[in-house]
């Protein structure tokens, strides 16, 4: 079983945000909402960093701790989505995200805001796999076709990659071997420690 | 008067089923998720309820993601 991730390596970011900009075009995503974006610290200066930033599908994600109205689940490959028809809108799961992942629609003349609207990494949401209802409310249901998200493999220098976390670690700790750096960044195995279920090969 | 009867009693059910309330409470148990049940991702046309197919896709995918693979001619 995958438990699905991104890990966004710094070295390779060259701050082009053609994954902001492909989120958007995939999902139809409304004006003034970024599912993802692109954070530079050090900008301009020697030794600038860009990574690219979105829901990261924590393990133990602090929006459905603190959301009043459980509209938050965790898929069985551990996606994080949530049922917009419960939203309240409320705010609580940005102050709780730690990456300013959920954005808010704002709907009315006085700033309203609207219900919550996150990366789902392409994995649509709570309605019919690719419903005009599931792509209105969610966005494409990648998944569901056996894809990954569009921003990670459309990636040109392959900064940004998505999928199951322990393939994604095989493939940093090669990259890490060769430019002989970042040993202390070996993936999501260490940070994480052992997979929340076990692991099961698909039969071939 | 058979008649009457009938539709005397045909409109006093359907004025009173018009007075019908139905409850607007959403049944809610406490930390535990409250939405619409999810349809797994594998459940749709394309894979056919096929847990194992639709694993070996994204696996594939997730490997193409290692241009060391592609590059190499070790496969991926």
């Not at chain 1, 003034?32 to 829901?55: F, I, L, W, Y």
């Not at chain 1, 995200?97 to 994995?123: H, I, L, S, Y």
Request: charged fraction near 30%; include cysteine.
């Amino acid at each position: 079983m995958a438990r699905m991730k991104f890990i966004c390596d710094a070295e390779r970011c060259i701050e082009c945000n053609a994954c902001v900009t492909a989120c958007k075009n995939e999902h139809e995503v409304p004006w003034g909402v970024n599912r993802r974006r692109v954070v530079t610290v050090n900008d301009g200066r020697p030794g600038e960093k860009s990574m690219s930033v979105a829901c990261m599908h924590c393990s133990d994600a602090p929006c459905m701790a603190v959301c009043p109205v459980d509209c938050f689940y965790k898929t069985e490959d551990g996606v994080v989505l949530h049922d917009k028809d419960l939203c309240i809108g409320c705010g609580y799961c940005f102050y709780a995200c730690p990456f300013g992942a959920p954005q808010f629609p704002q709907t009315g003349t006085f700033g309203m805001r609207g219900k919550m609207d996150k990366c789902t990494f392409c994995a649509g949401g709570p309605e019919e796999n690719n419903s005009d209802a599931e792509f209105v409310r969610y966005g494409r249901n990648r998944l569901a076709e056996g894809k990954l998200p569009l921003c990670a493999e459309m990636c040109s220098t392959k900064a940004l990659l998505g999928g199951d976390g322990d393939v994604l670690a095989d493939i940093l700790r090669e990259r890490v071997v060769v430019r002989g750096k970042g040993a202390e960044v070996w993936g999501w195995g260490t940070a994480y420690g052992k997979p929340e279920k076990k692991t099961e090969e698909p039969k071939s | 008067m058979k008649r009457l009867v009938a539709a005397v009693l045909l409109g006093t059910t359907l004025a009173l089923a018009g007075c019908g309330e139905r409850s607007q409470q959403v049944s809610y148990s406490k930390g535990r998720y409250a939405g619409k049940p999810d349809t797994p991702a594998w459940a749709g046309d394309e894979f056919k309820h096929s847990r194992a197919d639709w694993e070996r896709a994204i696996k594939a995918r997730n490997l193409r993601q290692n241009e060391y693979e592609r590059t190499s001619g070790r496969g991926g």
